[in-house]
Nanobody
Framework: QVQLVESGGGLVQAGGSLRLSCGAS????????MAWYRQAPGKQRELVAR???????NYADSVKGRFTISRDNAKNTVYLQMSSLKPEDTDVYLC??????????????WGQGTQVTVSP
């Protein structure tokens, strides 16, 4: 079993910053890509940012220049630094990790989500 636990969400005013964290634990052999998605009720899940095990990153156009994804491989943790936040960034943010388990198979895992609310 593998668990992803997010933290760091909350309420912030427009223009403010938040830092999300997501730690993976359990029967992990290695983690390939890690990513942050966001989803509003009734809408499709959207990729926000992704980082490979080697540190290569990609971002949604809507967050480029404002958000930064990073990871600590030793801690199996991925971060999302969000700056210059806008009300349209309000969503539930979910962590995703492509995990190779100690049992030899690979599959994606999801966290439970953390709410980010940006007030005007």
């Amino acid at each position: 079993q593998v668990q992803l636990v997010e933290s760091g969400g909350g309420l912030v005013q427009a223009g403010g910053s938040l830092r999300l964290s997501c730690g993976a634990s359990g029967s992990i052999f290695s983690i390939n890509a890690m990513a942050w998605y966001r989803q509003a009720p009734g809408k499709q899940r959207e990729l926000v940012a992704r980082i490979t095990s080697g540190g290569s990153t990609n971002y949604a156009d809507s967050v480029k220049g404002r958000f930064t994804i990073s990871r600590d491989n030793a801690k199996n943790t991925v971060y999302l630094q969000m700056s210059s936040l806008k009300p349209e960034d309000t969503d539930v943010y979910l962590c995703n990790a492509d995990v190779r388990t100690a049992f030899g198979y690979s599959r994606p895992y999801w966290g439970q989500g953390t709410q980010v609310t940006v007030s005007p």
